[in-house]
């Protein structure tokens, strides 16, 4: 498979200072007896998108001090506190080739390292798998999308090499759960389609059009004639 917009594994993030306003979300506190700091990502959501900005919020921290952010032991800067010992900065989550991945960002205090507090954040790639790539145009495929944060259903669009318009157009399914999965079996060609190469598009929009600016994945299906 062939992703039209391909992101790089997981590489550093950035953080941007932001001016420190009220906490909104809910924060995930440090262990009992650990640290009075909290750590909290907003929007709070089970599940996010690729490559998304969310806001990084933290309390409990030294007043007007730096806090470190890292993940994985990797530092991605600092931010500073206000008098409260707040902060708040955007944070880019990392681009992922495939699947999801579990990230655990990490806030301590420079003045005060013990004084620390982690987040969690599950981050999905915008993917899809189609088996088998090539053979009759009555085969079903075997589809497993994520990552499709726009809509409520999956559609895939098949357009023939040197064509402008979509051949045909085919419902996948619903999407569905935190992370925006979609599993089925479909037949995505008429029985007639002549043999050929066929790039599909995934999107959530019903119909198709060429120039439009969506997250979805390409891939190319061969039609054979025995």
Known sequence: MHRAESSASLGPVRISLAVATAVTAAALAAPAGASAATLAVEPAEACY??????????????????????????????????????????????????????????????ANPALTAPVTVVATATDVGVRPLSGRATRRFRIKARGFFGGRTLWAHLVRRGSRGAVRTVRIGRIKGPCRKVSARRRLLRQRTPAGEYRVQFDTFRRYRANRKVEYDRLTVTVTRD
Not at 65 to 94: E, K, Y
């Open 49 to 110: 998108r690729e490559q998304q900005s969310v806001v990084l919020t933290g309390t409990g921290f030294s007043a007007n001090g730096t806090v470190d952010i890292s993940r994985d032991g990797n530092s991605l800067g600092t931010l500073a506190a206000d008098a409260s010992g707040t902060f708040q900065g955007r944070l880019d989550l990392p681009g992922l080739v495939s699947g999801q991945s579990s990230l655990t960002y990490l806030a301590t205090d420079t």
